[in-house]
């Protein structure tokens, strides 16, 4: 068994703990994810299992896209409702009118600190290790990218956003910015992950339902490896596919279409609708295998 799983990840579950799931119900010991979500955050988590493991590098540049809830006059260590009150007001009507410029104002490339209660290392440790501590660590602000930031609802002090974001992009840390440029403070009241590596919430599996299926049943729901990948399809001969997986390069196609649209020189090659795996294309115009997935020559 090989592909991906969309899981819609439960509240309450870490990602890790929904890859030990996995393991278990699969039999399969190479199991990843791919995007981690906040043990409290619910929706879409991209999970590989066996040769699927080794596209996970190449799904982080995909687009996400979150439902979150945003709660105002409230401000917290954490960023999200979960974590200690630092700050609580009542948020009055100009602030309340400004919502929706002020957000806006976080559309396209912007500067981000990511929150002291994150997975992101530094000097090997996780930094909510050190949040959890008491230790301050001085976090270099990173460029992030927002498409855009849609307001579904605005009732009382709860605000229910759509945002559709790059890679890094910290929704809780949205909210709390959001809050200080209001005046009022604001924190994550709730997270859904809607879209992940081309993966749609409406096409998730639950977890609970999951648990009641066979491994023949899961193997039914399974993505093949290429899905999420958005990269170009080369097609080859059975002869070019054996040098491929030999690990030898192949002249590419003539065809300055295909490279003007290609993502980073990268392309997805298939032999009929034999997935072989991923190339890019060196200096030379030779095709350089990248990762091969399947190794059966023909």
Not at 49 to 73: F, H
Not at 211 to 239: G, S, W
Request: a negative charge.
């Amino acid at each position: 068994m090989q592909g991906i799983i969309n899981l819609n990840k439960p509240q309450g579950m870490t990602s890790h703990d929904c890859v030990g799931m996995i393991r278990r119900l699969t039999g399969i010991k190479k199991v990843g994810h791919a995007g981690t979500l906040d043990p409290m955050a619910t929706g879409v988590l991209p999970v590989c299992v066996g040769r699927a493991t080794r596209i996970m590098q190449y799904l982080d540049d995909e687009k996400k896209e979150y439902v979150c809830g945003m709660l105002l006059g409230r401000r917290t260590d954490t960023q999200d409702i979960w974590g200690t009150t630092l700050e609580e007001v009542i948020p009055d009507e100009e602030q309340l009118r400004r919502v929706t410029d002020v957000l806006k104002g976080f559309e396209g490339d912007i500067l981000q600190t990511p929150p002291m209660y994150s997975a992101l290392k530094y000097k090997g440790k996780k930094l909510y290790e050190y949040a959890r501590k008491g230790i301050e660590i001085e976090v270099k602000p990173r460029k992030i990218h927002v498409d855009e930031i849609e307001i579904l609802n605005i009732k009382d002090y709860y605000v229910t956003l759509r945002i559709l974001c790059g890679r890094g992009t910290y929704v809780r840390s949205i909210c709390d910015e959001a809050g200080r440029v209001l005046g009022c403070g604001a924190c994550m009241s709730s997270l859904e992950r809607t879209l992940s590596a081309g993966l749609r919430i409406e096409e998730s599996v639950d977890a609970d339902a999951l648990k009641e299926m066979t491994a023949e049943e899961i193997e039914a729901i399974i993505y093949p490896p290429y899905y999420p990948l958005d990269m170009e399809k080369i097609y080859v001969t059975p002869e070019e596919a054996n040098r491929l997986i030999d690990g030898k390069h192949i002249p590419f196609p003539d065809r300055s279409d295909v490279m003007k649209s290609a993502k980073g020189g990268r392309f997805t090659v298939f032999e009929g609708s034999r997935f072989i795996g991923i190339i890019h294309v060196g200096e030379d115009g030779m095709m350089i295998p990248e990762k091969i997935f399947d190794t059966e020559k023909k």
